[in-house]
């Protein structure tokens, strides 16, 4: 299967796992995760692409566990991950777009439409979730120090992405 192909079928479960599993004729459990068969006939993916999206996926996004399948985090719809609150480093950082900057230094971070607000341990990571924006990337940092001594609790999911309700205006800065 070759990238192109991988990075379809990834959008297309994530979609299903993160956001309209009902689309697909799914429900996930409370934790997010389906059968792993069940999802396979509503996605009409093989088995062995499944296989190879989950194993090579750039940023792990799928979880397998016992016969099930669900996303790492991302979510739009209820799902409770079960993610134990966990000491974030003293800095972490966002990536975005240029543009969002006045709105995000006028009322912070919020997590829109996902269950959270997703922050990267590194710049390097940050920038590329912020060239998923149009335009130029700009890169913010947390005090993830600060934010954790003032009561802000954070969650680190499988896959490496910190995870916090919202961040205030004034805990940002810059690098
Ligand atoms: C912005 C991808 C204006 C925020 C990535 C972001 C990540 C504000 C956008 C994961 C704002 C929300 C999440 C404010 C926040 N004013 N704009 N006050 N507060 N924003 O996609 O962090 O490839 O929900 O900066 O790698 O971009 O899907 O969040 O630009 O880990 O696996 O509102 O999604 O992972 O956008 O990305 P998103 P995100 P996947």
């Known amino acids: ?17 993160r956001h309209e599993p009902g689309r697909f004729g799914l429900t996930l459990d409370p934790a997010g995760w389906v059968a792993v068969d069940e999802f396979l006939a509503a996605l009409r993916i093989d088995r062995a692409d499944f296989d190879t ?20 985090q991302g979510h739009s719809v209820t799902v409770e991950l079960g993610y134990a609150p966990a000491r974030p480093p003293a800095v ?9 900057l006045e709105s995000i230094r006028a009322t912070g971070l919020h997590r829109g439409t996902r269950h ?51 961040v205030p205006q004034r805990y940002l800065g810059e690098p």
Not at 53 to 72: E, I, M, S, T, W
Not at 127 to 154: C, E, K, N, P, Y
């Open 1 to 17: 299967m070759d990238h192109r192909r991988r990075v379809t079928l990834s959008k297309r479960m994530s979609l299903a796992l």
């Open 53 to 72: 999206v989950v194993a090579l996926d750039d940023k792990h996004r799928f979880a397998v566990a016992d016969g099930r399948v669900r996303a790492n």
């Open 92 to 100: 972490l950082y966002h990536g975005t777009s240029a543009t969002a």
């Open 116 to 166: 959270h607000v997703h922050l990267s341990p590194d710049e390097a990571t940050a920038h590329r979730v912020g060239s998923r924006r149009r335009g130029a990337v700009t890169i913010l940092t947390v005090d993830a120090a600060a934010m954790a001594r003032d009561g802000h609790v954070f969650y680190r999911s499988e896959n490496g992405v910190w995870l916090v309700d919202a």
